[in-house]
């Protein structure tokens, strides 16, 4: 995998779409319908999917601010008002949104990336396998026995 940051708003999903295709040696539709199919089948698939998902909507969303912010900045005069410099910064959190989701994918297809070899990756993935259908902490108010209420302190042990 390169660690070549790429420029360019699709050139980011192609080329992460390209390397998960190359990993798991088939087209992102049948990855996505055999996620699909077997969700707990492979794990590495289902999470790579689902972020990839992701930030496939994240670049749609960067894609629909930038466009807000040429349609705004076409009618601009020579200063930028506030709600153009909103847009911007729409355009600018999109992009964070996007490349932040994109680190992901990528972290995801490294096998040999530091934190996926390590006993508790391994601990932690085992456990996520064998993931639990109820909540690990009770979601219910424990039982409180009713007693009597001590007696109001007085004196030094009041003041404490």
């Known amino acids: 995998m390169s660690d070549e940051i790429v420029d360019g708003t699709e050139d980011v999903v192609a080329v992460l779409t390209e390397q998960i295709e190359a990993r798991f040696a088939m087209g992102m539709d049948q990855l996505k319908a055999a996620v699909s199919a ?7 698939a289902t999470d790579v999917v689902k972020w990839h998902g992701l930030l496939t909507e ?3 969303g960067l894609d629909r601010a930038e466009d807000a912010l040429l349609a705004a900045l076409e009618t601009q005069p020579s200063e930028v008002d506030d709600p ?3 847009l911007a910064h729409r355009v600018n959190q999109a992009v964070a949104a996007r490349d932040g989701r994109a680190l992901v994918v990528r972290w995801l297809l490294d096998p040999d990336v530091q934190g996926k070899k390590d006993p ?5 993935a085992r456990l996520k396998r064998g993931a639990r259908k109820r909540p690990a902490v009770h979601t219910t ?4 026995a009713t007693t009597a209420q001590a007696p109001p ?8």
């Open 38 to 44: 077997a969700p707990s089948a492979n794990a590495d």
């Open 84 to 86: 153009t410099m909103d």
């Open 120 to 124: 508790a990756a391994e601990r932690s």
């Open 58 to 60: 994240s670049q749609a």
């Open 153 to 160: 302190r007085t004196g030094k042990a009041a003041r404490r």
């Open 141 to 144: 108010a424990p039982h409180m």
